[in-house]
Nanobody, 122 residues
Framework: VQLVESGGGLVQPGGSLRLSCAAS????????MEWYRQAPGKQRELVAG???????NYLASVKGRFTIARDNAENTVYLQMNSLYPEDTAVYYC?????????????????WGQGTQVTVSS
């Protein structure tokens, strides 16, 4: 299983970015998909999550600015980030909890993407 993120980059304060994370491999089903971030010298924190049913949760500091969404048919999760602040600067990681097929058996597992850098600076 592989999770590949894209969409990071440099943006000015107040700008927007859209992150994508596509999962591929012997996937049976994905239940939770989440975005985390880690700034230099800080612990990794949960930014937003979405269940297979579409229920969402957000870090308090991003509520109203970030929106998480998923395409179950494409095994992809998105993070639309608007009104970005310099303090949103971090490496953003996606995480997926899923059932995979291994030797004909469904096996639960948690997988992480490689991370994508988001830098908010003028």
């Amino acid at each position: 299983v592989q999770l590949v993120e894209s969409g990071g980059g440099l943006v000015q304060p107040g700008g927007s970015l859209r992150l994508s994370c596509a999962a591929s491999g012997n996937i049976f089903s994905i239940y939770n998909m989440e975005w985390y971030r880690q700034a230099p010298g800080k612990q990794r924190e949960l930014v937003a999550g979405i269940t297979s049913g579409g229920s969402t949760n957000y870090l308090a500091s991003v509520k109203g600015r970030f929106t998480i969404a998923r395409d179950n048919a494409e095994n992809t999760v998105y993070l639309q980030m608007n009104s970005l602040y310099p303090e949103d600067t971090a490496v953003y990681y996606c995480k997926a909890d899923m059932w995979t097929i291994l030797g004909g058996t469904q096996v639960p597992g948690t997988y992480w993407g490689q991370g994508t850098q988001v830098t908010v600076s003028s």
